[in-house]
């Protein structure tokens, strides 16, 4: 089973309802993944702080919502993430491609991935690293529980390799 | 122009339980824990542009209720794109009010880039096909309805005078006050 498959059975085994998304080349692979669920309705968003609404508003109506964006879309995120996430106490979770990590091949990502998590631990949100070589969809639907428990943000970091 | 408060009150008079609001920050949601909303409300006190996709979320999760988002011009003027994500996701019980006063009235009243944004066609150019304007109260009386049973997402674009004298009354709710009253029957 590939690691895609492993994340979506993850967020279908917590119950999510709903995933809003942009796309890169790894969150895209993953998006067509989570399109042949049955029980998780796919919202291709614009920018990715629509995606964060979205997948709240899902979560305030009775469901459970992700946000799936690369790293550089949640540093657009700051604004809403307070103002709406934190401050209203919503739970939210979210798979960010962890660009320009040791493990990305492309060069122009490197800034992106030296600012990744000091920003996530900078802004308070609960993060991990996604450990494909351990039960992936268990850590996946831990993530959700988290953010449903906390009501607020839990972040997954995901790498390309562990789509595969 | 028509004042702000006439047209929330006759938008609210024409709510049912069935229906759900969400709110933009600013005078709306100010307003609206003053007026009595038979709908499930919920009201932003920050987050510009955050109303349409919370909606959004809210009406693809639950399709049998009919979800109304109102927005500012100055709050959808930072992120129009969430326009083009509406008309893709197509939901059938979506409609959204743009209040337009061309000016950031709760930030003190600063006046809006001078562009002349044509709202409408902004809309339609999105893919947004279900379009009207809104300049007074009947005419609100008369699009809100039509916009409710259109099976599409619509937008309203309804003028609105500015008046930076107008006694708008502070927040009187907190958000977790909000966020814990906020249910969907």
């Known amino acids: 089973m590939s690691g895609a498959q492993r994340i979506v059975d993850g967020l279908e085994a917590a119950g999510v309802t709903l995933a809003a998304s942009v796309p890169d080349t790894w969150i895209g692979k993953l998006m067509a993944t989570v399109r042949e669920s049955t029980k998780i309705r796919s919202v291709d968003a614009a920018r990715e702080e629509e995606a964060v609404a979205i997948a709240c508003g899902a979560a305030l109506a009775g469901g459970r919502g992700a946000v799936l964006i690369q790293n550089a879309g949640l540093f657009n995120c700051g604004g809403v993430l307070a103002g709406l996430v934190d401050l209203y106490r919503i739970p939210c979770f979210f798979i960010v491609s962890y660009r320009g990590d040791g493990r990305d091949p492309v060069y122009y990502h490197e800034p992106k991935g030296r600012v990744t998590e000091p920003t996530l631990s900078a802004w308070r949100l609960p993060f991990a690293i996604a450990d494909r070589t351990a039960d992936l969809t268990s850590q996946v639907a831990r993530g959700v529980e988290r953010a449903v428990d906390s009501r607020g943000p839990c972040v997954l970091l995901i790498s390309g390799e562990d789509l595969a | ?185």
Not at chain 2, 33 to 47: R, Y
Not at chain 2, 133 to 147: G, K, N, Q, Y
């Open chain 2, 1 to 185: 122009m028509t004042p702000r408060k006439p047209l929330l009150e006759a938008l609210v008079a024409m709510l049912t339980p069935e229906d759900v609001l969400v709110s933009c920050l600013g005078a709306n949601s100010r307003y609206l824990p003053h007026l009595a909303v038979s709908a499930p409300v919920f009201a932003l006190c920050d987050s510009m542009g955050a109303a349409i996709p919370l909606a959004l979320g809210m009406a693809l999760q639950r399709p049998d209720r009919h979800v109304i988002a109102l927005e500012g011009d100055g709050s959808l003027l930072m992120c129009p794109n969430v326009l083009a994500t509406v008309a893709a996701a197509r939901p059938s019980n979506l409609t959204a009010l743009l209040w337009v006063n061309g000016h950031y009235e709760s930030s003190g009243g600063q006046r809006l880039p001078a562009a002349p944004v044509e709202w409408p066609a902004l809309a339609t150019g999105f893919g947004i096909t279900n379009v009207e304007r809104v300049r007074d109260v009947p005419s609100l009386r008369t699009a809100f309805p039509r916009a409710r049973a259109a099976k599409k997402p619509a937008l309203l674009v309804v003028d609105v005078a500015f008046d930076p004298n107008e006694p708008i009354p502070p927040y009187s709710e907190r958000p977790d006050e909000i966020r814990a009253r906020f249910r969907i029957p």
